[in-house]
């Protein structure tokens, strides 16, 4: 008796269906195409996650929000990708700042570190405190100088408050919204973002 053997689509492993939602001017199917998911204004509970991209220049727009609330009795865990731009005075801590007022109360397990011309060049893990330098091919991590750490106190012990709060898996039970910054066309925050995906597979 033979066994029939798998195709090639039925062997692959299969990803969480991931869908993408924000404004034109955050690239919202660019960035879908990036990160393997469907760039989609119409909400539905039938994914396992919900991605929002936020332009901290051009804010979030009126279906953006209703696609954020349309998903709000569902617990469909959902990320928030901030994109940082270089042009722009708008910044990180704006843009969840808005989010923070728009969506729901937000995470931020990475803090945005900037060189010495005020570029995006680093994040902090406010949770280990180290410090992810994207400016080395790989990013190296480091642990970080005790001015960034006194830097980031009162925001690190908000974020662990908030995480004891919800537990280690509030992103994949819907109750804790991680906001992560992302250069479009450079490396950070690529990793982060791919490592919250992975705790879904």
């Known amino acids: 008796m033979s066994i ?19 404004h034109e001017s955050a690239h919202p199917a660019e ?10 204004q119409s909400p539905t509970a039938e994914c396992d996650l ?3 991209v936020v332009n901290p220049a051009s804010g979030i727009d009126g279906p953006t929000i209703s696609a954020w609330e349309a998903l709000n009795d569902s617990m469909v865990p959902r990320l928030i ?3 940082l731009d270089q ?29 010495e011309v005020g570029l995006p060049c680093a994040l902090i893990n406010l949770k280990s405190l180290e ?7 790989p ?5 970080s100088e005790s001015e960034h750490k006194t830097l980031v106190s009162e925001f690190r012990d908000e974020y662990l408050e908030v995480l004891e709060t919800h537990g280690e898996d509030g992103f ?3 109750v804790l919204f991680p906001a992560i910054p992302l250069t479009m066309n450079g490396p950070i925050g690529g990793d982060i973002i791919e490592s919250y995906i992975a705790r879904l597979k």
Request: charged share 25%; aromatic share 10%.
């Open 31 to 40: 960035i879908a195409h990036r990160f393997g998911g469907l760039s989609d």
């Open 4 to 22: 029939p053997s798998l195709s090639a689509n039925e062997d692959r492993e299969i990803g969480p269906r991931i869908h993408f939602f924000g």
């Open 87 to 115: 042009e722009s005075d708008a910044d990180f801590d704006d843009a969840v700042m808005l989010c923070n007022r728009v969506f729901d109360q937000t995470v931020t397990p990475f803090l945005v570190l900037h060189d």
């Open 50 to 52: 919900a991605v929002f």
């Open 81 to 83: 990708i901030i994109v």
């Open 172 to 174: 994949e039970a819907g």
């Open 139 to 143: 990013p190296t991590i480091s642990d």
């Open 131 to 137: 410090i992810i330098d994207y400016e080395t091919h």
